[in-house]
């Protein structure tokens, strides 16, 4: 069992930085490709960034790509979303998942087969 736990929320303004933290507990991340999803209300969730297991190679969605960067640190079993530029379209829930037989690359098309998921933090950005 894997207990992910996420922090790093808040409200910013538009143009603003965040840095979110997913840090797990219960088993090495080491075995899981590791992903950022987010929910904004009355929308469906929808992948933002994936890691692969090594770190090495990285995937985002096209919302986000060039503003935000994932990474890993499996010494510390935590992986990071670093969020620039954000806009209010940004605003959401972020969750992290944790994959132990898809890829990075095809994370984005497995929620459904996510083993594990933390629980949330609120991002909202203000205009």
């Known amino acids: 069992q894997v207990q992910l736990v996420e922090s790093g929320g808040g409200l910013v303004q538009a143009g603003g930085s965040l840095t979110l933290s997913c840090v797990a507990s219960g088993r090495t991340l080491s075995n899981y490709a590791m992903g950022w999803f987010r929910q904004a209300p009355g929308k469906k969730r929808e992948f933002v960034a994936a890691?692969?297991?090594?770190?090495?190679?990285?995937y985002y969605a096209d919302s986000v790509k060039g503003r935000f960067t994932i990474s890993r640190d499996n010494a510390k079993n935590t992986v990071s979303l670093q969020m620039n530029s954000l806009k209010p379209e940004d605003t959401a829930v972020y969750s992290c998942?944790?994959?132990?037989?898809?890829?990075?690359?095809?994370?984005?098309?497995?929620?459904?087969?996510?083993?594990?998921w933390g629980q949330g933090t609120q991002v909202t950005v203000s205009s």
């Open positions: 998942a944790a994959d132990s037989v898809g890829s990075y690359y095809t994370l984005g098309s497995r929620e459904s087969e996510v083993d594990y």
């Open positions: 890691v692969s297991r090594t770190g090495r190679s990285t």
